[in-house]
């Protein structure tokens, strides 16, 4: 059972199931028994913020409640990770706002299933000029940021989206063609 | 000693050179003498475009020699088979000047032994109103393009450089920091 439990983990195959289970209940019982309090408490402690959307065991986030971040700024990403990976590039210094995935009718997933209504609501209530669209850059994505550029336009703020084109370390001889076709069209011009 | 020419190749590694070369030694002596033959026909015709520096069998190459193609774009890249990715892209159509690496103080090389007075010279007698660096990602790409970019600019060119941002087809979890800072920095504004 808890070969079957573990293995449900992202990343964790049979195998490594079967490992950790193996090392598991050969522990000293405390230690396991941390393992499992500590499990208990963040899923207990982890919610949503009620403002962006993040993972947070405060209300609202740190984020959210932090004066010194530009309120003018928004960054519109599909998942509450992915806050992490833009933090991680320590440049932006502007408030986030989590989507909840992309617009799929292959998945049935519409834009009344995203948290764009949330995001319209707090126009009113913070300063927001800009929104940036930090979306995936594959189809699904692609159309979400149309859909949220034409309706968040009616709304007054500015629409940006992140620039697509070639990734950091990289040579022309790795990018695939329509990455190419991106990066020549979005050039910018050298001052 | 075919072995070892074979596995001079690049992505030809020893296995890979003593597969070919028992297959060559045992395939039909007329099939053999049809690829040395291509080989040397490919080696003397194939030689550097004099304008742009391309791989070419003729002089000027089929890019430079095509009027159709707008005079005033010139896409500068590094090696000649940078031109392959971006005409197979499809979407470009100016021309292009092959650099012929980038500056590198580590491996001796300074922008001297570039094609750059090559391009210089162009200005004199091509329309060009703007070089697009399609240059690679990395350190000495970017430093190249720093320098390009001064040099041109005092030509009176307009001088841009590709995007860098989110390959296509990506999410921001596979990006790394550095990618996601020049995403943010270069976002565009959807109109």
Do not use: W
């Amino acid at each position: 059972m808890l070969i079957a439990a573990l293995g449900k983990l992202p990343g964790i195959g049979p195998r490594s199931a079967e490992r950790l289970a193996l090392h598991l209940v050969q522990t000293d019982t405390d230690v396991v028994r941390q393992l499992a309090q500590a499990l208990l408490t963040a899923r207990e402690r982890i919610q949503l913020c009620r403002v962006c959307g993040a993972l947070t065991e405060r209300q609202p986030c740190a984020i959210c409640d932090d004066t010194r971040r530009d309120a003018a700024l928004v960054c519109l990403v599909e998942r509450a990770t992915d806050i992490l990976s833009i933090e991680k590039s320590g440049t932006y210094h502007g408030k986030f706002h989590v989507l909840g995935g992309k617009i799929s009718p292959l998945n049935g997933v519409g834009p009344e299933d995203l948290r764009i209504a949330e995001l319209e609501a707090r126009f009113a209530t913070e300063p927001v000029k800009e929104v940036i669209l930090a979306l995936g850059t594959d189809v699904e994505g692609d159309a979400t940021g149309h859909y949220l550029a034409k309706r968040l336009a009616a709304k007054g703020v500015k629409v940006s989206r992140i620039a697509h084109g070639l990734p950091a370390g990289s040579g022309l001889e790795f990018a695939d063609e329509l990455t190419l076709s991106r990066a020549l069209e979005g050039r910018r011009e050298i001052q």
